[in-house]
Each structure stands twice: as C-alpha cells, then as structure tokens.
C-alpha cells in the first residue's frame, strides 16, 4: 500500500483519476485478475479516505484561526498576551510590534497585548530603533560626536576644573605646605524639547515595516537632530556661538582672511589644548575662503580628506565642517570641544495622531528629544571672524 501522507493532494487526485479510468475500461478490467481487481478497488477507497481527512483537517484549521483572529480561543488568547508581555525591547519582536502599532496596522489580539502588557504600555521605542535614531542624529548633527555627551535620566550638574595653580616649584623638608587654591566650575543641564511633526496619508500604512522605519529615521531624526546642532552652536544662552568674546584675548576680528591671521588665531589658543583641539567652520566659509588660503611658500593650508569627503586638515589640525556654524562673519572656530557638555537623557520618543488628520485621511507623526547643553569651560575655544563676510 502506498504512503498517501507523502503524497500532495493533486497526486492521490490524479492517481484515482487514473484507477478509474483503468476500472472502467472494460478490456483493461478483463485483463485483471480477481486479486487485482479488489486491490485497485481498496486503493480508490483508501484515497477517498485520505482526501476526506485533509479536507476535514483543513475546514478544522480554518475554524481554529477564525476562533484565534476573533478572541474566542482562550488558551491561545492568554498565550499571545504573555508572549507580548515576555517580549524585551531589544527584540525583533518588539520592533515589528512597535512599528506596525504606529502605522496602525496590528491585529485586535495584537492591540489589547500591546495596550495593555510589557513595553508596549509606556509606548517605549524599540533599543534597536533607538539605536538607530541615536546613530541618524551624530551623522546629521557633527556636534553630538565632537561635544562630551550624557545620556544620564533627569537634570545633569557637570563639574570640571577651572583655576589651576601651579605646583610648589621645591619643597622644602619637613615644612608645611597649604592646599592649592584650585577652582573648580559647574554646568547644570536641565531638558528643552526638540520636535518634529510630519503629516503623511494615509498611505504609510501600506510600507512595508523596513521602509516604515527608514522613513521615520530620516524624517524624524533627522530634523531634531539638525535643531539640536542649531542649538549647540548657536543658542542665544547657551550656546558656543553665545560666549563673550574679546578681541586679542578670544578673538580676532579681520577683514579677509589671510595666512598670518589663521596662525595668530592658533596663537590664541593655549597650548595645553592643542592636542585635542579642532577647527569648527561652516562649509562655505571652508571652501570659499580658507582652502584657497597659501602658505609663505605657496602650499594650501587646508588639506582636504580625500577618502571620506567630509573635512580634513588645517594647519595640521583636524576641521569639523558645520553648516550651522553662521556664515554672516565668516566665523572660524579652534577649540577643545570636549568642554562643551550635553545631555540626552531619554530616548526619542515617537507617537502617532489620526484626529488631527481625519479631513484630510493623514496621520500626524510627531518626534521628540529632549536636549540640553552648555560650554563648561570656555578659555579652549577662540575664533576669528570677518567684518567683510
């Protein structure tokens, strides 16, 4: 007897179709024996048999999945809520829950474990997307890479040194020696809200999950980042472009750039810097102006990076390119970045609104971070500026 079970479904089909045509012809039936007869006879009841148990097998399925998209099984009910409930942030799992729940595509059974149980009550977004977000941002945003950043939940006091006072130049023997009269400084971090609202149709919810997250880094990550690095160089407060800065102390003030100038802006600096100092320019001022710039031997000052394309060398010091770094002056910055210190202490968070688009069938998408910094020290940077920019 044959194995049916190895069998599809249109081969014991097509293997009755042959029996039955092999019965009713009545020469090929006259030519068998008795035995053989009876044989053929059980196969074609076997095979009957066979195809009426997958069919069965098959509406049961059916059923059971109806039963299982509606809620009505709870066994299977209350093993889907738990495994929701096990899930971890940093699982593939999570992720693809977390995304389709913003496009607004999970099941009912999905909606309830997700509303309800592990992660997906606090809406926390996936460690994997996190990560990616966070990676978006130091590409688009130079700064986060170059400043000392905390991740660190709350507000954030920073403390650094400041006044150092030289060591005792000889000690004599046995004598007393007071404490130095070091200082330190304190910067105190607290949180501004970065955001981004996007309104897209409804369409979104017909990407597949992979270009659902594409979409919302470079969308979302993207713009916040770009604020941040806005805020970073340029707040009115806090930023490096907000330090007071005096002319021949912290400054120079030139009409065109020329080469002396870049080597007495390097002169400013401290030399206790220069090993972690860099160049901070905007990119037409780079470009425009200082990489036409020729040494007293006629050699360019600026050597481009030729392999990555971004930045390079100036005067041997590395260049961080910045476009919001203001070209209205024409500033150019050299300074131990490190000391300018930031924190993000939360991830992105990410959250979706049909209402507000419900005229128009869209979705509002809206995107925010949380971000804070300040310079803590301010004698490693120094700049120069034109007053024909």
Request: aromatic share 8%; with cysteine.
């Amino acid at each position: 007897m044959s194995d049916y079970t190895k069998m599809s479904t249109e081969e014991l089909e097509a293997r009755k179709a042959e029996l039955l045509a092999e019965l009713n012809n009545q020469e090929m039936r006259d030519a068998l024996s008795a035995e053989d007869l009876e044989s053929k006879k059980q196969e074609i009841l076997d095979i009957d048999a066979e195809l009426k148990s997958r069919k069965e097998a098959a509406k049961q399925a059916e059923e059971t999945r109806q039963e299982v998209a509606e809620g009505h099984d709870p066994v299977i009910k209350d093993f889907e809520e738990k495994r929701y409930q096990n899930m971890e942030r940093n699982s593939m799992e999570y992720r693809d829950l977390w995304l389709r729940n913003l496009q607004g595509n999970l099941t009912e059974e999905e909606k309830r474990a997700y509303t309800t149980t592990g992660d997906g009550a606090t809406n926390a977004i996936p460690t994997i997307l996190s990560e990616k977000f966070f990676e978006k941002m130091k590409k688009l945003a130079p700064m986060l890479s170059e400043i000392t950043l905390f991740r660190v939940a709350g507000n954030l006091k920073f403390v650094a040194e400041g006044v150092r006072n030289p060591a005792t130049a000889k000690h004599v023997e046995n004598s007393a020696q007071a404490a130095s009269a070091d200082t330190t400084v304190s910067v105190s971090l607290s949180g501004f809200e970065f955001l981004k609202n996007i309104q897209i149709s409804r369409t979104a919810r017909l990407m597949s999950v992979d270009a659902f997250e594409n979409w919302l880094i470079e969308m979302l990550a993207g713009d916040i980042a770009r604020a941040i690095d806005n805020y970073i160089l340029n707040d009115a407060t806090n930023g490096i472009a907000a330090i007071t800065y005096t002319t021949n102390t912290n400054q120079l003030v030139v009409t065109t750039y020329e080469y002396g100038d870049i080597c007495d802006l390097i002169a400013l600096l401290p030399a206790a810097y220069d090993a972690e100092a860099k160049f901070l320019v905007n990119k037409k001022t780079l470009y425009s102006t200082i990489a036409q710039i020729e040494d007293s031997v006629g050699r360019p000052i600026f050597v481009p990076d030729t392999i990555t394309g971004i930045g390079g060398r100036l005067m041997g010091f590395p260049v961080v390119v910045d476009d919001y770094v203001s070209s209205d002056n024409g500033a150019l910055y050299l300074g131990k970045w490190t000391d300018v210190v930031g924190n993000l202490p939360e991830d992105i968070n990410v959250a979706s609104d049909e209402s507000a688009g419900f005229t128009a069938n869209s979705v509002i998408y809206r995107g925010v971070a949380v971000f804070d910094s300040k310079p803590a020290k301010t004698d490693g940077i120094v700049r120069l500026v034109s007053t024909t920019a």
